[in-house]
């Protein structure tokens, strides 16, 4: 289920990391990840954030890494509710939701779940279920602002997982970002297919650096290959999910993270509080739930200055997606302007005119 921003409620978390909890009871936050915690990606942004609940009194954090989204992952999460005595179980992968997490909740009715994509739906999840989203493409709107200004050319390659419209939202922002402040900026994007192929990653990414592209990007689940591929072939690059400014020392620029600690560090609180957790949280700049890597050695002082001013924007309620725009193919698809979190963008099927490359 996405949400609009007007519906969203209790759901918006207020601007600012919510307060830590102050447990008096035992209270046992349980998280299972489909990779490894050290994987510079997707994994590593959860695995940071718990890191921080790791310190925060009355609190034990159980992890397992790993996981495939197969009934192990249901394997897991049970052993942690019977074993570790979880209050809270996290399922930070797309496929452990239905029918994992989906089962499980209704088995164990006084266990909360909480999955990391907004699929929950009150007319036909348990009320014990739920989920959590990060509008990351905010953050890549800064990322392309911030990329064309630190490239010579104009030309930013992405590599990417599957045509899906979060990863669409992703490219498009990307390219509206880069032309937000310098109008012929192109952005190149191949398709690996999958979420994590390191082979065909560094492939894509030699791709597009041979193709002229002088800042690469990526939504992979893991972008240690093309942060490290951009690195070694002397081009600049912006990172996603974590951050990987350590692996680019010479041409890293910014890069998009989600700031899951935000919502970790609230429902730490409210369980805590004998509170109830809403069933949905969204959210992006304006409540601070996304943010941007601190700036390296690739940014140019202009780049920064630029990219500060789109986060204040952002902050501020800004739109990133104001028409007419069209598609690649010549199509006019966004007519008008919207909200950064209205649920017509969670639709997206498209590229945008300026983004060379192909959904099919």
């Known amino acids: 289920m996405k949400t609009s921003a007007a519906g969203l409620g209790a759901a918006m978390l207020p601007l600012g990391l919510p307060r ?108 014990n279920l739920g989920g959590y989203f990060c509008y990351l493409n905010q953050a890549h709107f800064v990322d392309g602002v911030a990329a064309a200004l630190s490239s010579a050319t104009g030309k930013i390659g992405f590599v990417a997982a599957k045509p899906i419209p979060t990863v669409l939202s992703n490219i498009n922002s990307v390219l509206l970002g880069a032309r937000s402040v310098r109008p012929d900026a192109t952005v190149q994007v191949i398709f690996t297919g999958d979420w994590s192929l390191p082979v065909r990653e560094a492939e894509a990414a030699n791709a597009l650096v041979d193709a002229g592209c002088d800042v690469l990007t990526c939504h992979v689940d893991g972008p240690k290959v093309v942060i490290e591929t951009a690195e070694a072939r002397g081009v600049k690059c912006c990172g996603h999910n974590a951050s990987q400014a350590a692996l680019a020392p010479n041409g890293f620029i910014t890069g998009a993270e989600y700031k899951w600690e935000t ?54 309620g800004k739109p990133i997606y104001a028409g007419p725009l069209k598609d690649n193919a010549g199509n006019v698809v966004i007519d008008k302007i919207y909200d950064n979190y209205d649920p017509f963008l969670d639709g997206m099927g498209y590229l945008l005119e300026g983004v060379i490359g192909s959904t099919t």
């Open 20 to 127: 830590a909890a102050k447990a008096q009871a035992a209270l046992t936050m349980s998280v299972v990840y489909v990779g490894p915690k050290d994987d510079f990606g997707w994994n590593q942004a959860h695995a940071v954030s718990m890191d921080i609940l790791k310190g925060v009194p009355g609190v034990t954090v159980v992890e397992e890494e790993n996981v495939p989204e197969t009934d192990a992952c249901a394997k897991s999460m049970e052993s942690m509710i019977n074993l570790d005595g979880a209050t809270l179980i996290l399922g930070t992968s797309f496929g452990y939701f239905d029918p994992f997490m989906v089962d499980l909740a209704t088995k164990y009715p006084d266990i909360q779940f909480r999955h990391a994509a907004p699929l929950w739906s009150a007319d036909k999840h348990p009320m």
């Open 263 to 316: 919502i970790y560090t609230m429902y730490a609180d409210m369980l805590a509080k004998g509170e109830t957790l809403p069933n949905v949280v969204v959210g992006g700049y304006h409540n601070d739930m996304v943010r941007n890597t601190a700036y390296g050695a690739g940014a140019t002082p202009e780049a920064i200055a630029a990219a500060d001013a789109a986060i204040a924007d952002l902050k501020a």
